[in-house]
């Protein structure tokens, strides 16, 4: 009997393991930090000094999401939500302000309550004093759980309070319970006549809910989000009427601009001509929804720039003629192009290199608000492949035990008829206790096999020689040791060294589902919507520096950097005039103006540099390396 017992409990044990090794499937998980907050640019604000007190109306749609993530410092006094367009679905207006377990510094917050209060939006006092009940102020917003983050639990809610100037406390007045997502809703909230005094205020507060075990996969910072636009304070409002007081005069851009290039962000920019005469198509696109009560007519409108001379097309390329769009109505707008109108009348400046501003714009009559009519694409063409767009809104990587030798695999193709793969980029998340760092991996190429699945192996790490993420919150660069000829179709991705959750970077906002597989014993298409952030680089082998060739590589400042485009309005791009392999994450941009002030601060990506929030006039630009201490500086000047 003790035999039989031995025998079945030893059985069930095998079972139990093999479980464990083939049903590792990868999973998603909210991020401990959100990287549209690091290193945040200034304030937007109108006047030198903002007012203590603002007059009616009050009102935010948010708009200015993309030259910053802080709220218009002319309506609000805190900056802990983030101003952005990557998480809600189908918003009101391009643009809202976002809700979740972390800081202003997109850190989690430190708090042993089960619920807490997290982040809060606060207006700045408002002069109610010259108005009575009979004027009828109401504040409305529309507001939505969860978009492409992480639903709030049911314990915890959004809330409105109103603060009473004389006695300085504040009472909740609405509150809404956690829950999963749906569309905007629209709340209106009369203001009784105790609070019609100079200096009412009034604020949002999310409480949230985190795992108290920090080493938990599950809801750790970046969660329980909510997401708020269209925030309106008037009088003479009337929430029965379906007036122009209660839905704003207003068609406006809902979705983020998409990529000319059909499937990708990028492609490197050599492949470009093969691939518009082979399969690529370009689509302008634009997403448009109708806020107001009445039927609207939109023309739209497209215009290019090449951000590397400043050049412009003589005249705006317009995709279609006026349409009628009807109240509450959604467009979705593609139409096809010819890249010879759209990319190829220029010549970057640089052999491999180029980037361009999509701006698509609507034309309606004068009373429409003009602030959400315009959407921008910046579009990059480098060495490198991508699917994403460069920001994570979960995290990616299997979960649980006997993760070691489960590979991850993304496919791409090539668009030349022969082609060298050089590096594999891969964005990898900070965690809260850094523990993807004590994780292990090798780089992998695959063929693709007769069916489009991942085929055979022709590229692995050497053996002995395997990687960790010791650079979390941007793309790591695995230089590959050999020159590996890919063909049309292949795959890239990694196969796990130890057990232990990664965290790649997930982009939700573009999916590219089908091209994402992985491998617990065997191959299965991956069915989360969206993109992992891994992205091949094209191109000869590039030798890793040794000590002895600093002195070559590091040559004086005027040879070695180039800032174009200059004077520059929104961006610059910084160039290097070597050939040797530039390793980006050694280098940290500073920006200072003329009289020395640090105006920005951040780590280096290769990638295009956003200025528009500086104003016009001369800076220095300082590149510091921070392994060997040199630091180069160029002069530019912000013209608009």
């Known amino acids: 009997m003790n035999k039989l017992i031995k025998k079945k409990f030893a059985v069930s044990v095998l079972l139990f393991c093999n479980f464990c090794l083939f049903s590792q499937t990868p999973m998603l998980v909210p991020l401990d930090d959100n990287p549209l907050l690091r290193n945040r640019k ?14 009616l109306p009050f009102f935010d749609d948010f708009s200015y999401y993309w030259r910053s993530s802080q709220p ?40 042993s309550l089960a619920t807490f209060g997290a982040d809060t939006l606060t207006s700045r006092p408002i002069d109610l004093g010259g108005v009575n009940s009979a004027d009828s102020v109401h504040l409305s917003f529309f507001y939505q759980p969860q978009g ?24 909740t007045v609405r509150r809404v ?14 203001v009784s006549a105790e609070y019609l005094q100079k200096g009412f205020q009034f604020r949002f507060v999310n409480y949230a809910s985190l795992e108290q075990d920090k080493f938990n996969l599950g809801k750790r910072g970046n969660c ?75 023309v739209r409108v497209l215009r290019i720039t090449e951000l590397s001379g400043d050049q412009h097309i003589p005249n705006d390329l ?91 695999a993304c496919r791409y193709e090539s668009f030349n008829m022969k082609d060298t793969l050089q590096a594999i980029m891969i964005y990898f998340n900070p965690t809260d206790n850094n523990a993807n760092a004590q994780y292990r991996f090798k780089i992998a190429v695959w063929k693709n096999d007769s069916v489009g699945n991942p085929g055979d192996l022709i590229y692995l790490t050497k053996e002995g020689v395997d990687f960790k993420p010791t650079t979390t919150g941007e793309f790591m660069r695995f230089n590959l040791d050999e020159v590996v000829e890919i063909g049309k179709t292949y795959w890239i991705g990694l196969i796990q060294v130890t057990s232990g959750f990664l965290n790649i970077g997930f982009d939700r906002n573009y999916n590219d589902q089908g091209n994402l597989w992985y491998n617990n014993g065997k191959w299965y298409e991956d069915k989360n919507e969206g993109t992992l952030m891994i992205r091949p680089v094209m191109g000869p082998k590039i030798d890793v520096l040794t000590s002895a060739d600093e002195d070559r590589y590091f040559v004086p400042t005027e040879k070695l950097m180039k800032i174009y485009p200059n004077p520059a309005s929104q961006h610059i791009c910084i160039e ?63 013209n608009r």
């Open 42 to 55: 200034p304030v937007i604000s109108r006047k030198d000094t903002p007012v203590d007190t603002i007059s």
């Open 72 to 111: 218009d410092n002319d309506l609000w006094i805190d900056n802990n939500v983030c101003i952005n367009n990557n998480y809600p679905v189908e918003p009101r207006s391009n643009g809202v302000a976002t809700f979740d377990a972390l800081d202003a510094e997109g850190k989690v917050y430190r708090s």
């Open 148 to 171: 492409y983050g992480d639903s709030p639990d049911p314990g915890d809610s959004l809330i409105v309070q109103f603060k009473m100037p004389v006695t300085d406390k504040w009472r």
């Open 177 to 190: 319970p956690g829950t999963t997502l749906h569309p905007f809703k629209q709340e209106m909230i009369l």
């Open 224 to 298: 329980d989000h909510w997401h708020v636009d269209y925030v309106r304070l008037d009088k003479k409002r009337n929430d029965r009427n379906e007036n122009h007081h209660v839905n704003p005069y207003d068609v406006a851009v809902i979705e983020s601009m998409r990529s000319l290039i059909k499937g990708y962000q990028s492609i490197p920019w050599k492949q470009l001509e093969n691939a518009s005469a082979t399969k690529l198509e370009p689509w302008v696109g634009i997403t448009y929804r109708n806020n107001y009560n009445h039927a609207l007519n939109v």
């Open 318 to 408: 317009v995709p279609s003629g006026a349409l009628d769009i009807e109240p509450n109505q959604i467009i979705p707008f593609y139409q096809k192009q010819n890249y010879q109108d759209i990319i190829y009348p220029f010549e970057s400046k640089c052999a491999d290199t180029a980037l361009f501003e999509i701006k698509a714009f609507l034309r309606t009559d004068q009373y429409d608000r003009k602030e959400n009519d315009t959407v921008r694409f910046f579009q990059s063409f480098r060495d490198y492949f991508a699917r994403d767009d460069g920001i994570p809104e979960s995290g990616y990587g299997f979960s649980g035990y006997n993760a070691q030798n489960c590979a991850i």
């Open 576 to 638: 290097f005039n070597t050939t040797e392999n530039i390793a980006y994450a050694d280098y940290e941009l500073k920006i200072f103006d003329m009289s020395g002030r640090l105006v920005r601060n951040a780590v280096f990506t290769g990638e295009h540099i956003d200025v528009s929030a500086l104003q016009q006039g001369m800076y220095i630009v300082q590149m510091f390396n921070k392994r060997t201490g040199v630091i180069h500086n160029e002069k530019v000047v912000i």
